[in-house]
């Protein structure tokens, strides 16, 4: 609580000061809103992050080093939670191939791209399916994205990606009643 | 209402802090900015990794020791593009946090300063007013506990002063008012002495016409003792008036009334504007126009008229007396209106002490014009009631 509350109060000074001084604008991070299909025990969810590598980002991309993008899904009616999971995506680039492979745990698959647009359209996705009973009933999902410290081996450093999401962490927010079709 | 604003000490403090301190951050902060922002674009033309793709190494180990400077090479830019932006991140949240900090800092020094000089201006207010006690705890900052030290001495220098000036002061209104009541009890002392020494000693030598110079002898001796009488009720007068019973009146007719006995004997020249009101104790009134006559009468000689005016201005009846008789002295212009003070020979000098002690208590304003040798005016400035 106290973790999220200070962590909110930072991203607003950081983006106050920006505004104030400074022509930089990083990344405003924004999860679009969740899509879901019902299949008949899969719950098929899919949300994407937009804005979220706007600037910034193509060299650390480029960097040789793995580039993670965390997030989280939590599934909980009013008093328990049915599911909660943390999905990664990643992306390795190749200097000398010059392609970027990107991997995805939630749909558990491995692309190589050589384009930047399409490595950053499939590192922003989060595609699951979701084991779901019909008695969860009305049901809250939430997902939320951040990025991890990286470490690059070579340069001996560790480097907080969240600095360019200005600390900010996006959540989606969606409600189903899964005793009836979506 | 036209409102002009005057920056005080706290006002220019604070524009020169925030042109000079903050407006110097934010120009720096803005030249780094922009030398970051170059660095970043210069950074992105560096496309060594891409160019040395381009090269096909014949030997296995060429080629692999490529990749490592390749890998090397992109996390270099990598790591370099990302402190950059961190940098310009982090200086706008270090100016931010910086000027904040700044401020409070700035404006805590400034309450230390700017707060006691307040409570300078007003102790200085309550010394302007007359108290003298006020004292100031000596605490803030070196220059402020100094200050406030001179200040404590000063207000305890002044009450002694204080001290000793009203003993001064009381000594000398005895003194004054011994001289005078010797002087006005002497004079009719001396008369009623030489018509009993009269009376006396023509008893011893011819007691059969004591007789015939009795009736003068009395009349003296009366006359005399009325002027005792007149003396005490002049010193009686002053020490009285303390409050006024206000009425509203007219004073034109007031005047005409006044004036009515006094035209037997001498020459007044009125010009009444009538229909003014004014709130004022009747009987002061009377008693201030009344002294003021009396004193123009005293001063000029009998065929010299006295000119009586009333008009009025704006929202105040002015009342003007003016003689045409010896004027008053410019250096003793300024005290006539002080008890016991006169350069007649008859009189106690309570007179117009007691005009100007009326019109206190009354709101209204007495003035005085004089020239020597060529006559004195006397204004009174009194508010018209609405």
Redesign the interface.
């Known amino acids: 609580m106290l973790e999220t509350l200070s962590a909110k109060v930072m991203a607003g000074?950081?983006s106050?000061?920006?505004f104030?001084?400074?022509?930089?604008t990083?990344n405003d991070p924004q999860l679009s809103s969740i899509r879901a299909t019902m299949g008949r025990s899969y719950l098929q969810l899919n949300t994407r992050l937009e804005h979220a590598f706007d600037?910034?980002f193509?060299?650390?991309?480029?960097?040789?080093?793995t580039i993670p993008v965390h997030f989280r899904l939590e599934i909980k009616s009013k008093k328990q939670v049915h599911w909660s999971k943390q999905y990664t995506n990643s992306s390795r680039?190749d200097?000398?191939t010059?392609f970027w492979s990107v991997s995805q745990s939630a749909a558990s698959r491995s692309v190589k791209f050589s384009s930047y647009q399409q490595m950053i359209a499939a590192v922003a996705e989060l595609d699951c399916s979701i084991p779901y009973e019909s008695n969860w009933g009305d049901v809250n999902v939430k997902v939320e994205a951040w990025l991890p410290t990286v470490s690059?081996?070579?340069?001996d450093?560790k480097?907080n990606?969240m600095?360019?999401w200005?600390y900010q962490r996006p959540v989606a927010k969606a409600s189903y009643n899964l005793r009836k079709p979506l | 209402m036209k409102f002009i604003y005057h920056p005080g000490l706290r006002s220019w403090i604070i524009m020169l802090f925030v042109v000079v301190s903050i407006g110097g951050l934010?120009l720096l902060?803005?030249f780094l900015?922009n030398q970051q922002?170059q660095i970043e674009k210069d950074?992105?033309k560096l496309n060594f990794?891409?160019e040395l793709?381009e090269f096909h190494f014949t030997q296995p180990e060429d080629?692999l020791r490529?990749?490592q400077i390749?890998?090397?090479f992109?996390?270099?830019?990598?790591?370099?593009?990302?402190?950059l932006?961190?940098s310009?991140?982090y200086?706008?949240?270090f100016?931010?946090?910086i000027i904040v900090a700044s401020i409070v800092v700035f404006m805590i020094l400034l309450s230390r300063i700017i707060n006691p000089l307040r409570e300078l201006q007003k102790a200085t207010d309550e010394v302007r007013r007359g108290n003298f006690s006020v004292h100031l705890p000596e605490t803030g900052i070196h220059e402020i506990k100094l200050l406030k030290s001179s200040f404590n001495t000063m207000g305890r220098e002044l009450e002694a002063i204080q001290k000793r000036l009203l003993v001064a002061e009381k000594e000398m209104i005895w003194k004054d008012l011994s001289r005078v009541l010797a002087h006005e009890i002497k004079n009719p002392l001396t008369p009623i002495q030489l018509a009993i020494q009269r009376l006396e000693e023509r008893y011893q030598d011819d007691p059969e016409t004591v007789i015939k110079i009795l009736p003068d002898s009395i009349a003296v001796i009366q006359q005399e003792i009325e002027n005792l009488r007149l003396l005490a009720q002049d010193f009686s007068n002053y020490a009285r008036v303390t409050q006024a019973r206000k009425e509203l009146f007219d004073p034109a007719q007031s005047i005409e009334e006044i004036c009515r006995s006094y035209r037997d004997n001498r020459k007044l020249d009125l010009d009444l504007e009538p229909d003014h009101q004014i709130n004022f104790d009747p009987t002061h009134f009377y008693q201030i126009i009344t002294n003021i006559l009396q004193n123009a009468m005293d001063a000029s000689e009998p065929d010299k008229p006295i000119a009586i005016s009333l008009t009025h201005e704006r929202d105040f009846v002015i009342i003007s007396i003016r003689d045409q008789g010896s004027g008053i002295d410019a250096e003793d212009l300024h005290r006539i209106f002080e008890p016991y003070f006169s350069r007649k020979s008859k009189g106690t000098g309570l007179g117009l002490a007691l005009v100007k002690k009326l019109c206190e208590i009354n709101g209204a304003i007495p003035r005085v014009k004089s020239k020597l040798n060529e006559g004195s005016e006397f204004i009174l400035i009194i508010e018209e009631a609405p």
């Open positions: 000074l950081v106050l000061s920006m104030l001084f400074s022509t930089y990083g600037n910034d193509p060299e650390l991309f480029k960097s040789g080093t680039y200097s000398s010059g690059f081996d070579k340069m450093r480097v990606l600095v360019l200005n | 934010v902060n803005s900015q922002r950074l992105a990794a891409e793709r080629s490529a990749r390749m890998d090397t992109s996390q270099a830019k990598g790591v370099m593009s990302f402190t932006s961190r310009r991140m200086s706008s949240f100016l931010l946090l």
